[in-house]
């Protein structure tokens, strides 16, 4: 994370493009069904929703189903809801499924089913923040804007010679970045994907590549080591609310109809957990109750 009094000494963008694009096209990873050719702004939206908190290559194949049965704002906003649940399956964090819902009810009304390619316009969505407002704007549009995800905060941080950067992006972070695009749009565009991918797959957090980077010859930290900092922790899922709120998601997701409490209660030994579990999931509609009291997936 670049402190917001801090100019790192970047190189120039003509260089950055001039070295990096030709990497990119040789390994711009194509298998990944969103940037297929023809893929539309709703799709670009929709795997950037699903990639917020999910691996991609997790991501990849509920995105192909989900694309095929609702290839358009209009087609979600339209589904039931409880139907949308259970096409977003096991990806976790499935609050994530609504927004996307809601989003395309907002877009489907009120932007005659076409997403906005104005970051300021795509910010207003529920649940797009600056980083995927940013994304959609450049991924599918085009346009010049600094896309920053951790991996592009590690690549930029490095070029400017600091070993990594911070867990949450600054307004500096965002200058940095956007000093190495080009002016051109459609470049500036693919350079920015490229510096995303670079993070990915060369420039990584505890094993840079350096010898097979192709800005290392331009880049303030190519060739230095890693400093030695705590190990992250993989976060613990098991035992968790999470993993409570899981299975009884997972439950209603597979019955046939409404559940009766006693098949929820089975679901989790520790009631006190359960109970809470369920209560957040009915809070945050993920969840209800038909007239019987049992338990269902939202029909809305």
Same mark, same amino acid.
């Given at each position: ?6 100019? %790192?000494?970047? $190189?120039?963008? /003509?260089?950055?493009? *001039? ?12 298998? !990944? %069904? ?5 893929? =539309? &702004? ?15 290559? #997790?991501? @990849? ?9 609702? $290839? ?5 906003? +339209? ?19 609504? #927004? ?18 104005? %970051? ?8 797009? *923040? ?20 951790? =991996? ?5 941080? #490095? !070029? *400017?010679?600091?070993? /990594? @950067?911070?867990? +949450? ?6 200058? +940095? ?10 470049? &500036? ?17 505890? +094993? ?5 980077? %192709? ?35 997972? !439950?209603?997701?597979?019955? /046939? ?13 520790? #009631? ?9 999931l009915v809070t945050e509609g993920l969840? *209800?109750? /038909? ?10």
């Amino acid at each position: 994370m670049l402190a917001a009094d801090t100019t %790192p000494e970047l $190189p120039a963008p /003509d260089t950055v493009s *001039g070295r990096l694009l030709p990497w990119f096209d040789a390994h711009n990873r194509t298998e !990944l %069904p969103w940037r297929r050719p023809g893929t =539309n &702004a709703w799709g670009v939206l929709v795997s950037e929703v699903m990639s917020q908190q999910t691996q991609v290559a #997790r991501c @990849a194949p509920v995105w192909e189903a989900w694309m095929k049965r609702w $290839p358009t704002p209009a087609d979600l906003a +339209a589904a039931p809801t409880a139907d949308v649940l259970r096409e977003w399956g096991r990806m976790g964090y499935p609050r994530r499924a609504l #927004r996307l819902q809601e989003c395309a009810r907002i877009v489907a009304t009120d932007h005659g089913g076409v997403v906005p390619a104005d %970051p300021a316009e795509l910010e207003k969505l529920p649940g797009i *923040g600056v980083y995927t407002a940013a994304a959609v704007a450049v991924f599918h549009y085009g346009r010049r804007h600094a896309v920053v995800d951790t =991996n592009v905060r590690r690549v930029v941080a #490095r !070029l *400017g010679g600091q070993s /990594d @950067a911070g867990t +949450a992006t600054t307004k500096a972070d965002l200058a +940095a970045a956007e000093s190495l695009l080009p002016e051109d749009a459609p470049t &500036a565009a693919r350079v920015s994907i490229a510096l995303m991918e670079l993070g990915a797959l060369v420039c990584k957090a505890r +094993a840079p590549e350096c010898g097979t980077c %192709p800005v290392s010859d331009v880049c303030g930290f190519s060739g230095q080591e890693v400093p030695a900092g705590p190990s992250r922790k993989r976060q613990k899922y098991k035992g968790t609310n999470r993993h409570v709120r899981g299975e009884v998601m997972a !439950l209603l997701r597979d019955a /046939d109809g409404p559940v009766e409490r006693e098949r929820i209660d089975a679901v989790w030994p520790d #009631r006190r957990m359960l109970d809470e579990a369920v209560a957040q999931l009915v809070t945050e509609g993920l969840i *209800g109750t /038909d007239e019987s009291g049992r338990f269902e997936l939202p029909s809305q």
